[in-house]
C-alpha cells in the first residue's frame, strides 16, 4: 500500500507541529523544513483545522498549533481521515455487473483486505505523541532548535 503524498505531509506537518509544544508555527515554516510548496502545505493545514486537530490564530503574529488531545490521535485515525482510497487491487474497486471472471472463487480479495486491515491496525498502535518522540533529534533536523539545546514535548 502506499500513500498519497497529501497523507505524507500531513504526518509531517503534525509531527512538526507536535515538537513546538503551543507555539505558533507558520505555513511558510512548515513548508520550509519539508520542502514543499506553501500551496500544498496550507490545503493540508486547512484540512487539519476542519478537522479540529489543528487550532489556527489569525492576526500578524499568528499561526497554528496542534488543539488540544491531537497528540493522542493514532497514525491510523490520520492515515483514514487523510487518505480516500484504500482499493489495494481492481477487483475491490469494481462497480456492481462488472465483477472480475473468478471473483466467486478468488481468494485473493480476502487475502488484501487482511492485509489492508493489519496495516491499519498497525498504524493503529502508534499516536502522533509516539512519532514526535524523541524530540531533540527530530527537532535539529527541522532547525527548530540549535545542536545542545534541549527540547521538550508539553504532552497534555
Known amino acids: 500500500m502506499r500513500l498519497t503524498d497529501f497523507t505524507?505531509?500531513?504526518?509531517?506537518?503534525?509531527?512538526?507541529?507536535a515538537l513546538?509544544?503551543?507555539?505558533?508555527?507558520?505555513?511558510?515554516?512548515?513548508?520550509?523544513?519539508?520542502?514543499v510548496s506553501k500551496h500544498h502545505m496550507a490545503k493540508i493545514i486547512q484540512h487539519l483545522t476542519q478537522l479540529g486537530w489543528v487550532d489556527s490564530?489569525?492576526?500578524r503574529r499568528g499561526g497554528m498549533r496542534l488543539a488540544p488531545r491531537t497528540r493522542e490521535l493514532t497514525v491510523g485515525a490520520i492515515v483514514r481521515a487523510s487518505e480516500h482510497d484504500f482499493?489495494?487491487?481492481?477487483?475491490?474497486?469494481?462497480?456492481?455487473?462488472?465483477?472480475?471472471?473468478?471473483?466467486?472463487?478468488c481468494r485473493l480479495q480476502h487475502i488484501l483486505a487482511h492485509?489492508?486491515?493489519?496495516f491499519l491496525a498497525e498504524l493503529d498502535s502508534c499516536t502522533l505523541a509516539d512519532l514526535a518522540t524523541p524530540a531533540q533529534p527530530l527537532a535539529m533536523v527541522l532547525g527548530l532548535i540549535r545542536p545542545g539545546r534541549p527540547v521538550s514535548l508539553n504532552h497534555k
Open 115 to 118: 492485509a489492508r486491515e493489519a
Open 8 to 17: 505524507d505531509y500531513t504526518l509531517r506537518a503534525l509531527m512538526y507541529l
Open 20 to 35: 513546538r509544544d503551543d507555539k505558533l508555527s507558520t505555513i511558510e515554516e512548515i513548508a520550509g523544513a519539508y520542502d
Open 87 to 105: 482499493t489495494l487491487a481492481a477487483c475491490h474497486a469494481m462497480d456492481a455487473g462488472k465483477d472480475c471472471a473468478i471473483v466467486q472463487h
Open 57 to 59: 490564530v489569525r492576526g
